[in-house]
């Protein structure tokens, strides 16, 4: 499995190709056009989509990803970096439901900071379906009347919800795990849509002391689609709040950094310099913008 532009913020359908879940004791191979009425599919590379989340519905996923409703005794998530090995600890069916609920808010919220009330599930994205209503699909935080919709009210709505519930203190620790590609790329998409708003962001900034470094290394260091687009549309955000709040000890810290360096290094790459690849540094542009105002 690997990953499309960022700014779509959705993967690549899977190849035509798919492989049925484990208790299917055929274990056989099948073509996606086979799957659309069958249960738990087992997708490549470790991603699994369940029936009862292919929704928007943000409070069933919001209560997926936060393990809310399981008992503590059983509550063990895998992206856990608290525990011994985390790493080594297999991804139970608990991780495999936490990611497709991740990939499903992230589309939510992609798709109401642009305005738009539909998007792909994960579940329909690999199977090749169209794009789904938000409302049809679940989501009931649209009013029930006919006047038009306030987009970013409703989006500041989930994203206050996100805050409420801990789900950043989860989706950081997913984006920490190197166990599943493209694990990182869905949760910088939700992190690069909640810290849209300013407090969010500033929230970020101060919880998460080792975030900046993180993201300079996942811009130098990652794969350009997987991790360094998506780690720059979270830098481009966290820089914002640094500006607007005049945070000058953590553009000191980016300075000490070298991050502007590492950005210039990236326009040598042979590689970047194609028609295809070029929009994405668009992304660079507009953080080159916002550090001259500081």
């Known amino acids: 499995m690997w990953c499309i532009a960022a700014n779509r913020s959705v993967l690549t359908a899977l190849d035509q190709n798919t492989t049925i879940a484990e208790h299917d004791t055929s274990n056989c191979t099948v073509t996606t056009n086979d799957i659309d009425?069958?249960?738990?599919?087992?997708?490549?590379?470790?991603?699994?989509?369940?029936?009862?989340l292919n929704t928007f519905d943000s409070d069933l996923l919001l209560t997926t990803l936060t393990l809310r409703n399981i008992k503590p005794s059983k509550a063990i998530s895998p992206w856990n970096m608290k525990q011994k090995n985390s790493i080594g600890l297999p991804l139970t069916e608990i991780g495999t439901r936490q990611l497709e609920a991740l990939f499903n808010l992230s589309q939510l919220l992609f798709g109401l900071a642009r305005g738009e009330q539909?998007?792909?599930?994960?579940?329909?994205?690999?199977?090749?379906?169209?794009?789904?209503q938000f409302r049809e699909a679940g989501f009931n935080k649209f009013p029930n009347n006919n006047r038009s919709i306030d987009f970013f009210s409703i989006f500041q709505l989930v994203v206050n919800?996100?805050?409420?519930?801990?789900?950043?203190?989860?989706?950081?620790?997913?984006y920490k795990d190197p166990r599943i590609r493209c694990v990182k790329q869905k949760s910088l998409d939700l992190l690069t849509n909640v810290t849209t708003i300013?407090?969010?962001?500033?929230?970020?900034?101060?919880?998460?002391?080792?975030?900046?470094?993180?993201?300079l290394q996942g811009i130098r260091d990652g794969h350009l689609i997987e991790e360094k687009i998506p780690s720059l549309s979270v830098l481009i955000r966290l820089c914002k709040v640094?500006?607007?709040?005049?945070?000058?000890?953590?553009?000191?810290?980016?300075?000490?950094?070298?991050?502007?360096?590492?950005?210039?290094?990236?326009?040598e790459y042979q590689q970047y310099k194609s028609n295809d690849l070029i929009i994405y540094f668009i992304k660079f542009e507009s953080l080159a913008l916002q550090c001259l105002y500081i």
């Open 161 to 174: 919800d996100i805050l409420k519930s801990d789900a950043i203190d989860i989706v950081y620790m997913m």
């Open 242 to 267: 640094i500006v607007e709040k005049n945070l000058l000890s953590y553009y000191q810290h980016l300075i000490d950094m070298q991050f502007i360096d590492i950005l210039i290094d990236l326009f």
């Open 198 to 215: 300013n407090e969010v962001g500033y929230i970020v900034l101060n919880h998460y002391s080792q975030f900046l470094i993180q993201l």
């Open 118 to 132: 539909s998007n792909y599930t994960f579940r329909d994205l690999q199977l090749g379906k169209p794009a789904r």
């Open 37 to 52: 009425s069958m249960d738990i599919i087992q997708f490549a590379d470790g991603w699994y989509s369940y029936p009862d």
